[in-house]
């Protein structure tokens, strides 16, 4: 009952707006915590859309490392164009670990990229990404899984998606870059304050590089007792 109600009100809200989807899917992050509902199992619950479609399987992640998702946004500069924005994130931590801008970003860029993150943080067992070529294309060592979340689906990328609101509302729609260099020098800005100035609720108030830290020394605590 209190779904419908829900749904109804989110609707009747949509309904006035020539753009409602933006509006909707944070609705529905800001209402899954207190509801404790999956985002893509609303849609078939509420509106009756007959039967739910396949949800990605859900990871239970214990530390850093385990799985990183990554997507791609878009940032405007002052003369009209658009840039790609890679970013890659871990699902634990919520560390951001690259926030790269380019004009174009084909398939061997972002192997390249992937592959050097693997020589800096070590592999994960899993990269959880939409089903674009340039991630469809990827060529993973042994004991990384590609995991692709359903089609039409960003809300099962939901931390990286979160991610990209709070880039926008905090850099990308306030600013004005006269070139990809300046863009890429604020999203380094960014990257630095987001990892280590930025808290996060969901990491009970901590950074994501306090909250890294944190668990690390649980581990080494947690290691030192079994010995």
């Keep these: 009952m209190v779904a419908a109600k829900l749904g109804l009100r989110l609707l009747a809200r949509c309904c006035l707006l020539q753009n409602p989807h933006d509006l909707l899917l944070g609705e529905l992050r800001s209402l899954h915590d207190c509801l404790q509902f999956e985002p893509e199992n609303y849609f078939s619950d509420v509106f009756n859309f007959g039967g739910r479609p396949p949800v990605q399987p859900r990871f239970d992640l214990t530390a850093a490392g385990q799985a990183w998702c990554l997507d791609f946004c878009h940032g405007r500069l002052e003369n009209g164009r658009q840039a790609r924005i890679l970013a890659v994130l871990d699902c634990f931590t919520r560390e951001c670990l690259l926030l790269k801008a380019a004009p174009h970003f084909p398939s061997s860029t972002v192997q390249r990229e992937i592959e050097w993150l693997f020589l800096v943080h070590g592999k994960p067992q899993r990269l959880v990404s939409d089903n674009g070529p340039e991630f469809r294309a990827l060529t993973l060592p042994e004991g ?84």
């Design 144 to 227: 990384v899984e590609a995991a692709f979340i359903q089609p039409g689906s960003p809300w099962q990328n939901g931390h990286v998606e979160s991610f990209f609101d709070k880039l926008r509302d905090e850099l990308l729609n306030r600013e004005i870059f006269s070139s990809g260099a300046e863009l890429q020098a604020h999203l380094d800005d960014h990257l630095e304050y987001y990892n280590h100035r930025q808290p996060h609720r969901s990491l009970d108030g901590l950074t994501p590089a306090s909250f890294k830290s944190r668990v690390s020394d649980t581990m080494q605590e947690a290691e030192k007792l079994k010995l």
